[in-house]
């Protein structure tokens, strides 16, 4: 590929694996660098922690949120951020679902409120 790597500078190159096809670096095992193939989806959502753009990933646990700005920022959640904040605490909520319904919840003091459904 075209790609070079960022840490080492080498050329990258593509792999497969169980989960697909990614790109690593060509001096492994010295350099262990490796990305996606596909780009990480930014969902217009601000991080609560440094202000960065949080991104919808794929783990090896499944679907993810987390901050562009990884690793400096290490801020993460397993359901959806959405631009609405905390009564409580004044923190970052994301929509999820308990038992068949809506609800939105504080990542940080855990605060749970229901999702009103629009007629």
Do not use: W
């Not at 990258?12 to 193939?37: D, E, H, Q, T, W």
């Not at 923190?91 to 999820?96: E, I, N, Q, R, S």
Request: net charge positive.
């Amino acid at each position: 590929t075209d790609e070079i790597c960022e840490k080492c500078g080498s050329p990258m190159v593509i792999k497969n694996s169980r989960r697909g096809k990614f790109l690593a670096c060509s001096a492994y095992p010295k350099c262990k660098n490796a990305k996606s193939l596909v780009p990480p989806k930014e969902i217009g959502v601000p991080c609560p922690e440094c202000g960065g753009k949080l991104q919808e990933r794929e783990g090896k646990r499944g679907k993810f949120f987390g901050c562009a700005n990884y690793p400096k920022c290490k801020f993460i959640a397993n359901f959806e951020p959405v631009e609405k904040k905390c009564p409580e605490c004044g923190y970052l909520m994301g929509k999820k679902t308990l038992r068949g319904k809506e609800v939105y919840e504080c990542f940080k003091c855990k605060h749970k409120e229901a999702v009103k459904q629009e007629a």
